[in-house]
């Protein structure tokens, strides 16, 4: 006898986006070792990816200004680096914690 299961509810945009900009954000934060072209295609999905979490918008600004300033601190500095890495774990965490659910919006 077939047993019909429902099937799952399909994904809208915003998930598919926030799927692929994850994947991407933390294969930058896992890598060995960044270089100037990285920034260039992942600044963009920045914003988008940590307006999904719950973090406070003032964080979020700071993480966001950090990172900027990190990336533009030639040649890079111990201090420079460490801050990234930690914007980088910070956002690897929230983006693992149940998303915002709230209306606010992503863009």
Known sequence: MLRWRKLPKPLDGKSILIILFSSNFIGIACARSL?????VWYYHTLPVLFFSTKLPVPLLMLMLGC????????????LSSSVLQLCHLIGVVALLLPPRTDKRKVS
């Not at 990190?70 to 111990?78: D, K, L, M």
């Open 67 to 78: 990172i900027e300033l990190c990336w533009n601190t030639y040649p890079s500095t111990v």
């Open 35 to 39: 270089h100037y072209q990285f920034y």
